[in-house]
């Protein structure tokens, strides 16, 4: 079957063979879904345009003429005034139909897909806090004694980038936008135990783990950064690192139109750390599509039984 993910930033899409739960094909491609969302609380026609283009790439490229398609938007289309019409000139322009889903569902879709690559790194899958970092919100789902706590939150890489002119002004008002953050957590905290590991999924934590690991983003290896270990120096370097660079360099690094973003992702993502009490987290690349791709076939497996 095949999962596409239409983010705030990023269209994803995956092939997956469902006996193996492993990916056939996939795709990936920066479309600035949110791009200028939040001064217009519109998408913009040169933005629609993109997407499109990018949805009839990632046709050809996974595939999807023989297999059983599930698409789906999140935060930049949740916000979005003319939503509807998007999806519309989507689905008459691909052929490809996509829903919308709650930040709740995102938040379930993505563990699904994080706690079966935990599983099969031979890691705990039981006991953890989750971070996807989106474009234009973030989720954050705690697994703790068999109950699952999921909030999503109105933060994002993208629209962060865009509401402030500058990265000190990014960082100085991390303290007021991650105020329900530390709520969420310390809530949680008050009445559970800390989880056992933070883990963090989507582009800021997975360009991190590759800048660490030495892969430029022409080489990224999505099975090579599964399960790599960063630990809050490892990210403030990369971030020093970063910053010092020049504009072309760090294209190399974290990909074109994406340098902004990214730091803004590593500020964000440092403060949620600081919150979350941890100074290590696991990064997982398996997020949402993958989530999406796992459920449909386990509905699947469960009518054929």
Not at 47 to 60: G, L
Not at 157 to 177: F, N, P, R
Not at 281 to 292: K, M, P, S, T, Y
């Amino acid at each position: 079957m095949v999962a596409f993910d239409l983010g705030s930033n990023t269209l994803r899409a995956v092939k997956f063979e469902c006996q193996t739960k492993q990916r056939v094909k996939e795709y990936e491609k920066i479309v600035k879904t949110a791009d200028g969302l939040q001064q217009s609380g519109e998408i913009k026609k040169i933005t629609i345009e993109r997407i499109v283009e990018a949805i009839k790439e990632a046709k050809e490229i996974v595939k999807t003429k023989e297999d059983e398609v599930v698409a789906v938007a999140t935060a930049a289309l949740r916000i979005a005034s003319n939503s509807e019409k998007v999806l519309k000139i989507i689905k008459k322009e691909t052929d490809i139909d996509f829903k919308i889903i709650s930040g709740t569902q995102e938040a379930n879709y993505t563990a699904l897909a994080v706690s079966e690559r935990l599983k099969k790194l031979g890691l705990q899958n039981e006991d953890f806090l989750l971070l996807d970092l989106g474009g234009g919100s973030s989720e954050l789902y705690i697994k703790k004694e068999q109950r699952s706590f999921i909030k999503s939150f109105p933060i994002g890489i993208v629209t962060l980038t865009q509401k402030y002119d500058t990265i000190e002004q990014t960082k100085e008002s991390l303290e007021l936008e991650t105020k329900e953050i530390r709520k969420f957590i310390d809530e949680i905290y008050s009445n559970f135990s800390k989880p056992k590991i933070f883990v963090s999924t989507a582009g800021t934590a997975t360009t991190l783990a590759s800048f660490k690991l030495g892969l430029d983003y022409k080489h990224y290896d999505y099975q090579k950064v599964n399960g790599t270990l960063l630990s809050v120096e490892d990210i403030t370097s990369a971030l020093s690192k970063l910053i010092s660079m020049s504009e072309d360099e760090r294209n190399r690094w974290v990909g074109i139109g994406r340098g902004d973003f990214i730091i803004s992702g590593i500020s964000i993502l440092l403060k949620i750390l600081q919150i979350a009490d941890f100074k290590e987290l696991i990064v997982i690349d398996d997020a949402l599509r993958e989530g999406i791709a796992i459920d449909r076939c386990n509905e699947l497996k469960t009518k054929i039984v």
